[in-house]
């Protein structure tokens, strides 16, 4: 199997640079710093791994140079000079393709495996050789990586806030009763005071209406009351004629004031002709070409609008019973009230929707319509302007006339207001006597009070009734819950659905907690038995056993008096090695399907022998698996590519 590598302006070298590299062997790409050794290797990594989904592995990568940091301005591997550079690898038939910016953005055309960085990367900066160097035995963040176990841990801390959330609203439930019940007390002993407070209304009501006033004083109102009717009747006699002489002498006065008239006219006339200007202009057939157009939508939104209210007639017939159907779908299974609710809700939505649609198209089609139908009128309103410009002239020569006439009519209009007056003045006078009758009503002390108790026990029961209107509304907002986003209407229904979704959570919690241990000690397991491959192969016997406990995932090292070893106390070397050991063994056993291993000076700078056993190693896996292993070792040579 063959690889192509092709390089556009990456790292220190400006153009097109292509690259063959071949399976089953191991290539060494040999060369000084800076010769372009780590530019080959960190492209491939880029292409194999990108995007990147965890913080963590984000941070492998800015560590190893592929990516930049937050504060870093560009992009590490584009060229200085160059703002794009490109990345393209083919290999067994696959194309991906990388194109970077120096702003940090990258294109790609397939995506690659993020957990090429953890599995695949035998260099000295990995996280797998960071904790070995450190003296860090906790690998439990490979374990969870390599599986499933973070995911359902993910899903299990949304699972345990959920339950903390039901048990914060049992709290808010049993709150919401203390004061429901509170408030009902409250009202039963409102009501109570309110109806014996209306009972004492009764009685005053009637006290009031059984009054007895002085005699005197009311045949004296009986008497002023008849006169004050009397006058008025003569007052709306008086009003009529006085309105018909109004109307005489303005019709007079119209003639008379040539000035104002004749400017009216002058302005309708213009007016007139301003809007008959504006018609001229108006284009019927595009108006009607318009309102063709907007009907089609109108149309389109109306029998969008019908089929959503048929949908919710459907769903208001719908039976909530064990096996019914969908009325949509016809398929047979469980609908809830609060799916038939939550589709009747969505129906309306959209038809209230679609129902403004309609009204602003309506409106839009009513004003060109408008638009036509003034235009049809232009004939008409022509003819207005020359009745205006007849008028005008009739009015002038009718001057003379009216001038003469309104002067005896003046007079008799002048009389009858003088009447109206006279009128007026007695009725004022009637009615300032029937005040005073009414105020020495009142000065009765007994009836006084009696108004005065029935004005009291009118606010009492006023706030009483406001009172009771505030503890039935708290009483109705405190049987409301909201659970997951949605109101449940009565705190029964609520205690029943968190009960039973406590127990449903419980049981996935219980379940989530036996995944994350099966997805850990199956990781584990599979890493342990690749590490006791390992060994086995490379003859490493320097230590008897290296093993994830299956508890706390700790990296265990055995020594050969059977002793457990702190991983903190083995040699630099020997860290180098086991680091190698499961770096290789990650690969093997997590991320076999992508056929490439990366790597640089970490198995070269082991001691001659250890290194040759190594790369026999790499070069069987490399035989025996199709893969394609690719070490850089520094010389003081110019840049070559050799396989061995």
């Known amino acids: 199997m063959k690889a192509t590598l092709k390089l556009e302006n990456i790292g220190g070298r400006v153009g097109i640079q292509e690259l063959d590299f071949k399976s089953g062997v191991v290539t060494l790409i040999k060369g000084r710093t800076a010769a372009g050794k780590s530019r080959i290797i960190k492209s491939y990594a880029l292409a194999l ?51 970077l910016f120096r702003d940090g953005k990258i294109k790609i055309n397939e995506n690659g495996n993020h957990k090429f960085l953890y599995c695949s990367m035998l260099v000295k900066n990995s996280r797998i050789h960071n904790h070995i160097t450190r003296g860090n035995a906790d690998f439990k963040w490979i374990v969870d990586e390599m599986s499933l176990a973070k995911d359902y841990e993910i899903i ?24 429901i019940k509170e408030k009902t007390g409250e009202i039963e002993e409102e009501l109570v005071k309110k109806a014996e407070f209306e009972k004492q209304l009764k009685v005053k009501v009637k006290q009031i209406d059984d009054f007895e006033f002085d005699e005197a004083l009311v045949r004296r109102e009986d008497d002023i009351q008849s006169k004050k009717t009397s006058s008025k009747k003569v007052l709306t006699n008086q009003l009529k004629i006085e309105k018909i002489s109004k109307e005489k002498l303005e019709e007079l006065a119209k003639n008379i004031n040539v000035d104002k008239k004749v400017k009216e006219l002058r302005g309708n006339i213009k007016e007139k002709g301003d809007e008959a200007n504006t018609l001229k202009i108006i284009e019927v057939e595009s108006l009607q070409k318009d309102i063709i157009k907007i009907q089609g939508l109108k149309s389109q939104e109306e029998q969008e609008m019908v089929r959503y209210e048929t949908r919710k007639q459907l769903w208001e017939t719908v039976k909530i019973e064990e096996g019914n159907k969908c009325p ?133 029961v006023g706030g009483i009734r406001e009172k009771i209107k505030k503890s039935e509304e708290l009483i109705k907002k405190s049987n409301i819950i909201e659970l997951f986003k949605l109101k449940v209407h009565d705190l029964n229904n609520a205690s029943i659905i968190i009960e039973e979704f406590e127990e449903i959570f419980k049981e996935v919690n219980n379940h989530l907690d036996f995944k ?129």
């Open 49 to 99: 791994s990108f995007p990147i989904h965890s913080d963590d592995l984000m941070e492998e990568a800015i560590n190893f140079g592929i990516l930049k940091s937050i504060d870093a301005e560009y992009l590490p591997l584009v060229n200085s000079s160059k703002d794009k550079a490109s990345i393209e690898l083919k290999y067994n038939g696959i194309v991906k393709k990388v194109d």
């Open 156 to 179: 299990l801390r949304s699972i345990n806030n959920k339950l903390e959330e039901l048990t914060n609203k049992k709290e808010i439930i049993e709150k919401n009763r203390k004061i």
């Open 328 to 460: 949509l779908c016809q398929s047979v299974g469980k609908i809830t009230e609060e799916d038939k609710v939550s589709n009747i809700e969505e129906c309306n939505t959209k038809i209230e929707e679609y129902r403004a649609i309609i009204k602003e198209f309506s409106k839009e089609i009513n004003e060109k319509q408008n638009k036509i139908n003034s235009k049809h009128g232009l004939k008409k309103l022509e003819d207005e302007i020359v009745n205006l410009v007849n008028k005008l002239e009739k009015v002038e020569r009718s001057l003379k006339e009216s001038e003469e006439a309104i002067m005896p009519e003046q007079k008799k209009h002048e009389k009858i207001l003088k009447e109206i007056e006279l009128n007026k003045q007695e009725i004022n006078k009637l009615e300032t006597e029937l005040i005073k009758i009414q105020e020495d009503k009142k000065k009765d002390e007994q009836y006084q009070i009696l108004i005065n108790e029935k004005s009291d026990i009118d606010q009492k």
């Open 516 to 644: 994350i241990k099966e997805q850990r000690e199956g990781a584990a397991k599979k890493f342990n038995k690749s590490i006791k491959n390992l060994i086995k192969e490379l003859k490493f016997y320097t230590f008897k056993e290296i093993y994830l406990d299956l508890e706390e995932y700790r990296l265990k090292i055995i020594d050969n008096n059977d002793d457990s070893q702190e991983l903190s106390s083995v040699s630099g070397g020997e860290k180098s090695i086991i680091s190698s050991l499961l770096q290789i063994s990650a690969k093997e056993t997590y991320l076999s399907e992508i056929p490439f291993l990366i790597g640089d000076e970490i198995i070269l700078d082991l001691d001659p022998e250890r290194s040759d056993i190594f790369l026999n190693y790499l070069k069987k896996i490399a035989e025996e698996k199709d893969w394609f292993i690719i070490l850089t070792q520094i010389t003081n040579q110019d840049l070559k590519i050799i396989e061995i």
